[in-house]
């Protein structure tokens, strides 16, 4: 099985501070990475993916994830965090589910806070 | 809108009742995926449909069933109801990921009273 694991429930950071988002993740085979974001009462909304090429992906609203295989980290970034960014931010391996599909497995989530 | 419409948005039922909820998923996308979010449990996979075949299945309880119509529609049907049911279900469509990874609906929130 495959899993991915967020290790902060929380992440706090100041307006115009850098912002992290950890994930971390376990595949047999190549991973296939996503982050989706979550605005309260919405559904989750597609940031970015990696599936081969450049280890740095560049996604939606000046986001931007690094993947590491060695140390298997697929952490979110972004240089210049705005309060509109405060949301809650899932990580997604793909995984190879019963019958050859294709299933999204998600971390629990993380709750970025962007402080005025 | 991300394309992928869900109905009811919300939906108040009583214990051991079953309801139904509706997903129309994204135009060209052949493959259907419910999820259910709680908040002890996060987002947990149900199942999935592709092009009217049920192709994965997940933590989905036999009183929880789902189809896919000719018309890509989806349904899920949850049945004999409990408190602890009551949670988000987000329904997802595909290309299979190879493009555009996952569009999520914005879910019905169901409660169980």
């Known amino acids: 099985a495959q899993s991915v694991a967020q290790p902060e429930d929380q992440v706090n950071v100041a307006e115009g501070n850098p912002l992290t988002v950890k994930c971390t993740y376990s595949v047999s085979g190549n991973p296939y990475l996503f982050w989706y974001v979550q605005y309260p009462n919405r559904g989750l909304q597609f940031l970015l993916k990696y599936i081969t090429g450049d280890n740095l992906v560049k996604g939606s609203y000046g986001f931007e994830a690094e993947f590491n295989k060695s140390q298997t980290s697929f952490h979110l970034k972004k240089p210049s965090a705005l309060v509109s960014d405060s949301a809650l931010y899932f990580c997604a391996v793909r995984d190879l589910g019963s019958g050859g599909s294709y299933i999204p497995t998600f971390g629990r989530g993380t709750s970025l806070i962007v402080h005025p | 809108d991300s394309g992928v419409t869900q109905t009811p948005k919300h939906l108040i039922t009583a214990t051991g009742q079953r309801v139904t909820l509706r997903c129309s998923p994204r135009?060209?996308?052949?493959?259907v995926y419910w999820y259910q979010q709680s908040l002890d449990q996060g987002l947990q996979f149900l199942i999935q449909y592709y092009n009217g075949e049920e192709r994965a299945k997940g933590n989905i309880l036999e009183r929880f069933s789902a189809q896919q119509f000719p018309d890509l529609h989806s349904e899920l049907n949850l049945s004999s109801l409990e408190l602890g049911d009551s949670a988000l279900y987000f329904c997802?469509?595909?290309?299979?990921?190879?493009?555009?990874?996952?569009?999520f609906g914005s879910g019905t929130r169901l409660t169980v009273v």
């Open positions: 997802a469509s595909s290309d299979l990921g190879r493009r555009h990874g996952y569009t």
């Open positions: 135009s060209g996308d052949l493959s």
